[in-house]
């Protein structure tokens, strides 16, 4: 067998583990979980820990995520705007990219206790769904970032030119011709932070709430309920079949829901890109 046999097969490998890896543990949660959802399950608040539903969790998990990616999103496109088109290629440019993937890998642990003191005790937002989202803004902004400047930077720069000799500014030229190009590029990076996001657990444990309130917030400054976390608290705490059953089916919720948003985005996106090439 000849050395690129062996590095196809190798590659091939590789990739069946882990497609084998991720199916198994899709399958397994929903086999353990979808015997708990029902209508109740879905629709009704839940009491006693482990009784009721989960609806305030599956609403509060939805705010979080909208309150994070509009705090997010429009910083991150922003500052990869300025990083790839306007930012000199000097030391303070290479530092600022420095920081800011120093930031990706910062655990989520210390960016929820930054949040529970700086968002939620001096700035006085309380432990509400606003500190929340803001602080899981904070823990996806660099995968935002990086994402979107790549996105950006992957645009030709014909493009560019030719946008500028027909008479275009060169705002008019990022806005109508490079953010247009990359738009697919951005998505992909929003979605993968939305997918870091719509999962965290420790952020959103010290920012929004406990995970087990029954109520949904009337304001962005009230506590809210979140799946992760509600998960979590089913897991380490309730020592009964009936808990680990319930934990099971939100995190069968939880899995659907992320597949839901992430099939609607990919499907805007390739909506775009069949527009965009006249199909």
Known sequence: MSIEKIVKTGLLASALVSVVVLIAVVVYVFANGIPAITPEFLLTPPYRFEYGGIFPQIIGSLCLVAIC??????L???????????????LLTKSVRFFVECLAGIPSIVIGLFGLIFLVHHLKLGVSMLSGGIALGFMILPWTVRASEEAIKSVPRSYREASLALGASKWQTIRYVVLKSAYPGIITGVLLG??????????????????????????AFDPTASLPVYIYM???QGHTAEAFSRAFGASSVLITMFLMISLFALYLRNKYIRKMAGG
């Open 76 to 90: 991150g496109v922003s500052s990869a705007i300025y990083l790839a088109e306007y930012a000199p290629d000097n």
């Open 234 to 236: 089913l897991a380490t």
């Open 194 to 219: 939305m997918g870091k996001a719509i999962g965290e657990t420790a952020v959103v444990l010290l920012t929004a709430g406990s995970g087990l309130e029954s109520f949904l917030p009337r304001s």
């Open 69 to 74: 990616l509009l705090f997010a999103v429009p």
